[in-house]
């Protein structure tokens, strides 16, 4: 075992002198990422305050014509832009963004409600305008209430309880915590982490098959009393710890960056101390075997660098390709699952995240597929080292 101790030894320190790989594997995803996850969650805390305290300004059509529902608007601090706009100004007036929304009053507005007939409102706003959605849902639920209003009234004027036309009274009880609120928040950071974690070992794992073959130092190193074995096996155990070394870094700075995001004022509280930080490295390390057997593969099969770069580029994407569909199928943490590279890692995160911790037989399901599946491409990688065809 000398001679895989020697190679893991030689990949280790020559890879610490090539600044591409360092740059890769410990500084731009381990940095970056996390940076990147704290920024958008900044910008997401922001845009909520901003939009839940911005106030708003609507566009009223014929506001003549409803006089209580323009002073119920101001009085719940709606600036009211009073406009002479017919159906096709009022579409024309969202689509071109004069106005983030219209309401038109039409004509019998007045008559209908005396005659205490529904009175229509026209809404115009643009669905496919995602910035604009919480200005009008604020729109339409600030109307909502001045119609219960209404509705309120007319039974009293009749003599009627109002509590008597709401024969089931629904309160929602919210049992989220605030740690496992933020998870909504936090739901992209299992992909950053294992995607920062492969991309850490693919130079090496490139330069350690295909580099060595374009160098032309892979015959000479194949020619050493060592066994091929155990050559590619060192090879494997330094991509290794170049993955661990970078899912350790993207782990931790993801703790640091997300303790400046103010997450608090959205009643979210990040579960991201010490002890859960160890915990997700924890769950996530059985993975690194896999990932660099799997792009050690991949590698042998390649004949430049240039190639092998382009290759891995898409290989390190199909680990996490599992992630996407987690939200889009609704899928919820069983024992098969588990057993899902990526994906039952990613349950695990997310229930560390939410403060439940870890369930044993979950995590040996987990780790155990990993494992399984990594310690079989090793040996392929193996075997392929075996042949003479791997000199090209």
């Known amino acids: ?37 704290a920024a958008s969650l900044q910008l997401m805390v ?57 309401v038109l009053v039409p004509a019998d507005f007045g008559t209908r409600l005396a005659n205490s007939q529904p009175a229509p409102l026209l809404v115009y706003a643009d669905a496919s305008d995602m910035f604009n959605d919480r200005y009008v849902d604020r729109l339409r639920s600030l109307l909502a209430r001045h119609a219960q ?13 109002p509590a008597s036309a709401v024969p089931i009274a629904v309160q929602g009880v919210d049992v989220a915590t605030p740690t496992s609120r933020a998870v909504v928040a936090l739901g992209i950071m299992s992909y950053l982490v294992i995607f920062a974690m492969l991309a850490g070992g693919m130079y090496l794992a490139i330069d350690a098959t295909a580099g060595e073959r374009e160098r032309g130092s892979l015959e000479s190193l194949l020619t050493t009393p060592v066994k091929r074995t155990h050559i590619i096996y060192g090879k494997i155990a330094a991509t290794c710890a170049y993955m661990l070394a970078s899912l350790t870094l993207t782990v931790v700075a993801c703790g640091i960056a997300v303790r400046f995001v103010r997450l608090e004022d959205f009643g979210m509280t990040a579960n991201l101390g010490p002890a859960t930080l160890l915990a997700v490295i924890a769950v996530v390390a059985p993975m690194v075997l896999l990932g ?14 240039r190639e092998a770069q382009s290759y891995l580029g898409f290989v390190i994407m199909v680990p996490t390709l599992p992630l996407a569909f987690v939200n889009l199928l609704g899928l919820q943490p069983t024992l098969p699952l588990m057993a899902v590279p990526s994906l039952g890692q990613h349950f695990l995160m997310t229930s560390l995240l939410r403060g439940e911790g ?8 987990s780790a155990g597929a990993s494992l399984a599946l990594g310690v079989a491409l090793a040996w392929i990688a193996g075997r392929l080292y075996e042949r003479e065809a791997i000199l090209g």
């Open 358 to 365: 870890v369930d044993p037989a979950a995590f040996a399901v």
């Open 149 to 161: 209003s209404l509705a309120q009234l007319r039974l009293l004027a009749r003599g009627i309880d």
């Open 292 to 305: 660099a057997a799997l792009m050690t593969v991949v590698a042998s099969f390649t004949r430049s660098y």
């Open 1 to 37: 075992m000398r001679g895989l101790f020697a190679v893991f030894r030689k990949e280790v320190i020559e890879n610490l002198r090539d600044r591409r790989t360092i740059v890769a594997a410990l500084v731009f995803g381990p940095l970056f990422g996390p940076m990147l996850l």
């Open 46 to 102: 922001d845009r909520g305050s901003a939009s839940a305290d911005a106030p708003i300004t609507v566009a009223v059509s014929h506001a003549e014509r409803a006089p209580n529902l323009v002073s119920f608007l101001e009085q719940n601090a709606v600036s009211v832009e009073k406009v002479a706009f017919d159906d096709a100004q009022s579409r024309a007036a969202v689509l071109d963004k004069r106005h983030k929304a219209v």
